[in-house]
């Protein structure tokens, strides 16, 4: 399995962004999937995450009711919306495939992670 995020890049504050993580291979729509944040000397901090069935969607609460996670499971991608962009939601975002159908909160619970995408939100 690999997974490929994209779409990150600079904007202002108050601007959005759509983030895209393609993966490979036929199993994409039996798992759930998440998005994850880092920044420099921080550990990586849960986002946002959704069931297999798009059914479930768990987000972090300082991105609630701002970014949006979804997924397209006949083109195998995972997005992230992202709305009202703050400078302190700048960081590397990572997408991760659950170990199982269920989004989950934990990173313990992904097995397969992307490279990151680089989102830089200036002031």
């Known amino acids: 399995v690999q997974l490929q995020a994209s779409g990150g890049g600079t904007v202002q504050a108050g601007g959005s962004l759509r983030l895209s993580c393609a993966a490979s291979?036929?199993?994409?729509?039996?798992?759930?999937m998440g998005w994850f944040r880092q920044t420099p000397g921080k550990e990586r901090e849960f986002v946002a995450a959704?069931?297999?069935?798009?059914?479930?969607?768990n987000y972090d609460d300082s991105v609630k009711g701002r970014f949006t996670i979804s997924r397209d499971n006949a083109k195998n991608t995972l997005y992230l919306q992202m709305n009202s962009l703050k400078p302190e939601d700048t960081a590397v975002y990572y997408c991760a495939r659950s170990r199982n159908a269920l989004p989950s909160v934990i990173s313990g619970a992904y097995d397969y992670w992307g490279q990151g995408t680089l989102v830089t939100v200036s002031s």
């Open positions: 959704i069931s297999w069935n798009k059914e479930r969607t």
């Open positions: 291979g036929r199993t994409f729509s039996s798992y759930g």
